[in-house]
């Protein structure tokens, strides 16, 4: 029983460290980026503002049980898929919940928040939510493509799921991570990646000019709030996630907090860079080049056995 | 013998060369006369006789002095059953015409394919 | 007893009294002519039960009181006197039937009657061939004269046609009499045989048999020389073409059979060629034929070229009298009562269209009748031509005879297609307007005794086949004629009694079953039992319903068991049909319904071939387990037998049946067809993968090929769903894509595939029977199935809401329902095997279903409710209860997947190595693990903490109603416009474009266009000119000979 507790405790620490992490993550992006366009941009806190305005709102409203869930399903699929990757290999307490389950799991379960948030929603009845899932449904699928394409060859390359042994496999320096030992793999995933952050130029699914923020259009007060939260850590994790996947993953805090954080930085430079896909565009340009090269990577395994 | 099968092969030639359905039912005829012609050949024994048990025949010896019988019973019913046959066409013949008021046998070509 | 030469007395000398009798009114002659004909079948009858019993001596009759050659005599053995009751109890019953059309003409009609029954007894008894030929001559003489008697045009110019053709065939019947009787010394057909002329290379003997069978081949109706027959067969009355189709042309059939054995080696494979030749071309003709009597005609004629192909492949073979003579018998008498019933029913309602027969839905009777007459026809079990079929396919096999084989399927398939259309068109044609003409009482007798005959006839021949396990075979058949006893009580009372006989088969089977096959029909027999609770939700269910649903489900559950192969293609066959009848009943399903039973039936016949092949190998083969015996011929074996499975499982390429199947059947019978039916085509594959493994054909195994197959069904029909409107169509696709997994998982060929595919047999049948059943409730209360015509539903149908949610997270394969534990058996399972690219097109094809998941659920349930749908109530409990014992299932396997999972295992591990192992609770692969209770925990847990969390937060927060919506501050005038719903994934449409072409649908169009083309340009022979048709005869001739000489 003391296991379990201990457990717990561990994972809320995790938990509340990738929240504030994610947060300082986002806050600084913004800034960063406000900057490259030359303007003095918000302070990094930002994002804590935000999300106590959110908390704070008189007014709310809900459309009915679905839209009321809907955020609850987004962070419980936020925090569930953190608690399902070992944030840093070695360390205990930032184990979380690894165990109940390999990659297979967990890039499942990445669904989970977004089916929950798609319906909530959809329910709203506002045309530009529907819309939005609608892209963001489209452009998902294009750009899981690639991802699944790199993560099989991995799973081919290591012979395992698990992503501890992936990871545990990559240690002992940077001539071992994934990035070197397999670059298709590491090319595919990367370029997924960028689709799956849905940073410009996949941003569509809440293109400002066409359906001002999408699926969230009708979310208000602290239900908006769920959703912020919910930001942080499902970015957060994702970037956890690839990073133990293509680049020797973490043996302690800081190293986690520095290549996460260049991770991040690949997509918001090319956001920077790239004006918005239409959803065809985004489709189509995920099924050429990574995919191509997704395959690639998965042939060369298939072939030699 | 060569009669006989000549006399099939007008018979069948008038069957799909005349348009007429009088002259096709001819030719069926012809055919069937010739065939009886044949059937007849083909008892016939050489210096034989009629297969009828009367004072020309003696009745003991008769199966050496007659004939085969068989061929010639034969053709006296199928000689019956054409006849009967022809007639019965030339009904439906006549039916026919009182239809259609045609004898060609192309004008009758209501039920196809 | 009787004595058989009173037959021929009796007929010739009633026949000269009945005029005499005219005086004393029509009452007596219409007696004295019944009479007559009642004797003549009371003494065919007597002589049946004579040689029923074993080694009675045969009867002979010598005329003039020599023995032959010196005289006619006539003999009366058991083949005789089969042929006698039948030609007999068919002019009894014909008589019956014609009554009133022979009355009309006068006494010479009924005289004409007993002459043609005389001649067809006569040609039955007689051994003498030119009595015979005397008979043959009456027969048709009497026939001719029938057919003109009404005087109508048609009929006349027909007679006529079949008086050339009748000469032509009497002058060459004698030509070769004559000439044999020169040869041999005798008539006597025993004496002819005993002579073994066809022995020597005498050219005029040889030219003389030429002769003989050309005549007999052309009475037989072959294919080209047989015009004429078509044009007799529509213009008679139809009363008049039943004794010609069935009693004369079954007669003079069995003349031939007598005969037969004068011929040479040459002519039997001649025959089977000509015969077999007949039977494709006819049916093949007959696809664009729409006058019912002339199709009638074509596909007597074809029948009568399988009979006759049957019989020279009988004696080709030197099998005449063993398992050739069963064969006979099966086709023949399937033909005979079948075709003379369809002949009345053709007489008794009138319609020469066959489009016109929906007429017959105002008389359920009759429409049974037709039913019956037309699945016998097709060679459904349990009638007589299955059983036929059947042992004809497995001695050809035997023989190798692989053309002979191809051509006769092919040709009843052609059969099928015709017989089958006809059957849609009658069952779920145009109504017609005009009642049906008053029923005359005797006809619709006869031809109800003729489809109970043709069923006892099929029932016993089967009884004779299916010597071990009969009972089992037999429970399917024999339950749902108990469920039919309770049709017009209460649907309540229907159902319980369905559900009493479920549960009595699975108390039956429950010992039988074990490992794989248990699982299966505990899915066939269960999951039918909830699937026949839910269809307690429409309060009327017509005749036929629950017997029908009883068929199926009873005999699925025997395919589980069926270790026979003949066992196993009898329940297939069984399931097929009753699968078909239930699709055709849905109001739009005429189509739907046929492309499945084509299909269907096509994969039946390939697998029959299957089979046939295996006889090849193993000669005798009866059970499955000797199928891992094919040797050479395991991979054509394997393919042709797969391809019955993966029409079922509506696999790429033979999937087009599917989604228009599903789509316009009844909404709770396509649940059924999705959860459970399609599970037949995966228990097929399971069992031939369990004995045949995976066959390599040059270095490919067969399994990768199919692992493809589904990998690719998959994708593409997840593909298909995601731009459907209807929403049933959108969960047909969806269910052809998700058997395509099991079909991967079974391919793989591994423990964890085998796992893979059990689950999701299981999970597919659970989530998919659910979303069914909730879609079922929801057009049950919209009356629509087009999504976009609804919205927010969720407010007027919360459970039907939570039961599609449920359904569609399972489907997706999100954790942590028992969706995942599928998604993870196939990917741990497909990496394990090195299909690494499999794998990726798996995972594409599960994320697009993402996108059909969330249209299903918004567009019905989400956005703006419409305003004539703001008062729809909650689905009927009757629905939401089964739905929800399947949730409740759901959640059971979610929360303890290891429930499940290792009893799968055990059940795999007989086959394959266990590669799954167990730490505890978690499932731990050869690549990974999953822990699905802790998952579970772990999210409910999360959820609830976030739950509360908001609770917290938004508590005084206030509900909008859905019309409130405002952007750009404006208030739509009509909100429910506003729905996007409509063409929901247009962009990923354009997308997508290159992959959307219908390719498989285009082909299997042009296959039909061309195949109905080509019938419709060759059927152009038949120009009508009776000209024409002497010369076809005289061609036919010239074939034969070249056939004859070249042989």
Redesign the interface.
Known sequence: MDGIVLKVVYAILSLLLIFNYGMLVIGVTAKIVARAHGRIGPPFYQPYIDLLKS?SMR????????F??G???R??GG??LY?LIPAVYGSQWLQN?S???????VI??I??G??GM??GA???????S??G???G??H???S??PF??AI??V??QY????ISDIVAAQQGGIGHWTLMTNPLATLAGMLAYLGMMMHSPFDLHMAPQEIPVGPVT?YN???L??MQSNRSIFASAKLILFMNLFFGGATSIPEMVVKTFLIFFFCVFVGVVFPRF???QS??WF?KLPTMI??LA??I??VH? | MILGVALVLIGFWGLISRKNMIKMILGLAIAETGLQLIMVTIGYIDGRTAPILDGAVNTLLAVRQVVDPVPQALVLTAIVIGVAVNALMLTFVIRLYQKKQSLNISDYKDLKW | MVAPIYIPVVALGVSFLLPLFDRFGKKTVNGLFLLTLTFFAAAALRWLSYFSVANSPVIHVFTAGFAPPLSINLQVGLEEALLLAAVNVLALAGAVYLLDHLNAAGTKARVLFLLFTLGMNGLVMTRDIFNLFVFLEITSIAAYALIGLDLKLHSLAAGFKYMIAGSLASIFLLFGIILLYQASGTLNIDGMIAANLSAGNNPLIQGAIFMLFLSFFIEMKQFPANGWALDVYQAAHPGVAAMISAGSSGAIFFALYKIFPLAGDSWYLTAAISGSATFVASNWMALRQKQATRLLGYSSVGQMGLLLAVLGFSFYYRQPHTAYGYILAALFFNHFFAKAGLYWIAGIIKKDKTASWAVLLQNPLLLFFFGLFVLALIGFPPFAGFWGKWALMMNLGGERAWYAISFLLLGSLLEAVYYLRWLGQAVRGEPEKEPLPATDVPQLTVTGLFALISLAVGIWLGGSLLPKDFWTYAFPVILAAVVFLFDGFSVYLRVSASLVVMTFLGYYLYPTAQGISFYFAFIFILGGMLMLMASLYKKERSAGFYPLLILMFSSLAVLTVADTLLGFFMSWELMTVSSYLLILRGRKSREPALLYVLFSLGGALAMLAGFAVLQAVRPGAEYWAELAHAGDYAVIIYFLISLAFLVKVAALGWHIWAPDAYAEAEDDLTAMLSAILSKAGIWGLLLLAVFMGAPLWHSLSLSTVLGWLGTLTAFFATLYAIFQEDAKRLLAWSSIGQVGYIVMGVAMMSHLGWLAALWHTLNHFLFKGLLFLAIAGVIHRTGTRNMYEMGGLIKRMPFTFFSVLIGIIALSGVPPLTGFGGKWLLYEALIEKGWYLQAGVAFFASTIAFLYCYRLIHAIFLGIPKPDQLQVREAPFRILFPQYILIAFIFVFSLKPAWLLKPLSAMVAPYFTPTLGWQGDTAVSSLGYWNGTVMMILVVFIFALVLLNLLWMSRGSKKVKPFNIVYAAEKPDRPQTTHYAWHFFAPYQRAMRPLLKPLVRHFWQGVGEWTATGGSVLRRIYNGNGQSYAMLILLFAIILFALTAGA
């Open positions: 908390i007014t709310s409203v809900h459309h009915g049980v679905m009321w869930l955020p609850v399903f962070l419980t925090i569930g608690m919940f165990f109940s389950g390999d990659l297979i799991l499942y379960f669904f989970f977004m089916l798609a319906l959809g329910e709203s009845g506002h045309p530009f529907a819309m899932i609608m892209r449904l489209a998902t699928t294009a899981e493509v699944a394409l099989i060859a799973a081919a012979h395992t799921l698990s009708e007060s602290s239900y709030a769920l239409r959803v065809e489709v189509r099924f997704g395959v998965v042939v395994y298939a056995g």
